[in-house]
């Protein structure tokens, strides 16, 4: 089946500090990316989509400075917090598409817990 | 805005019995249909993706869907404590955004 492939796993950090995660389709292309943050308890957030060779779209209220999006290649989406603060602590989750058909799923990579100190 | 709800629940079975999962969807153009399962401090898992009306059996998933309800349901045949977890319902919204309803929280009791 698909694999999407997401690292680091888990981050912690100062504030102050510029993360950066990766997400990579394993074994498929994959021209739209996702990604998602979740606080505990909460449902998944969309905050972006991922397009390769473009401009990523964010959703309403999420700060394009703050977080930058690359999709340099069909296999791999990067998300950088930059100058991240504590209220950035959360759960990050990317996801993604095959190029293949239509109506493809989405496959969700395991997921970056980022805690802030 | 296109919307997908669901019962938040949490929905709580006997180890055993059938777990009846329910959404539904505001956007009557949908073509794509998914159920996830979400274990709690994990991502989201695909089980099951439905694409035409009626019913889809994968094991002991069966998913179910009624275009003209706009309605879709997933099916836990003989629950088991394993599938206790938050699942959540997807709908294919158009332009390759899917929308995801908030989710239903089952407990199978063992």
């Known amino acids: 089946g698909a694999v999407v492939s997401q690292h680091p796993s888990r981050v912690i950090c100062k504030s102050g500090t510029s993360v950066k995660i990766e997400c990579r389709s394993l074994?498929?292309?994959?021209?739209?990316m996702f990604w998602y943050r979740q606080f505990p308890k909460q449902s998944l957030m969309l905050m972006a989509t991922?397009?390769?060779?473009?401009?990523?779209?964010?959703e309403q209220g999420v700060e394009k400075d703050k977080f930058l999006i690359n999709h340099a290649s069909l296999t791999l989406s990067t998300l950088t917090v930059t100058s991240a603060h504590p209220e950035d602590s959360s759960f990050y989750i990317c996801?993604?598409?095959?190029?293949?058909?239509?109506?493809?799923?989405?496959?969700f990579g395991d997921g970056t817990r980022l805690s802030i100190l | 805005q296109k919307e997908v709800e669901q019962n938040s629940g949490p929905l709580s079975v006997p180890e055993g019995a059938i777990a009846s999962l329910n959404c539904t969807y505001s956007?009557?153009?949908?073509?794509?249909f998914f159920w996830y399962r979400q274990y709690s401090g994990k991502s989201p898992e695909l089980i099951m993706s439905?694409?035409?009306?009626g019913d889809k059996e994968d094991g002991r998933f069966t998913a179910q869907l009624n275009k003209a309800s706009q309605y879709v349901s997933l099916l836990i045949r003989d629950s088991q404590p394993s599938d206790s977890a938050t699942y959540l319902c997807?709908?294919?919204?158009?332009?390759?955004?899917?929308?995801f309803g908030a989710g239903t929280r089952l407990f199978v009791k063992a």
């Open positions: 996801s993604a598409r095959e190029d293949s058909g239509q109506y493809q799923p989405q496959h």
């Open positions: 074994d498929f292309q994959a021209t739209t």
């Open positions: 991922s397009n390769e060779g473009s401009k990523a779209t964010y």
């Open positions: 956007d009557r153009g949908s073509q794509s």
């Open positions: 439905i694409y035409s009306n």
């Open positions: 997807a709908v294919e919204a158009g332009g390759f955004k899917t929308i």
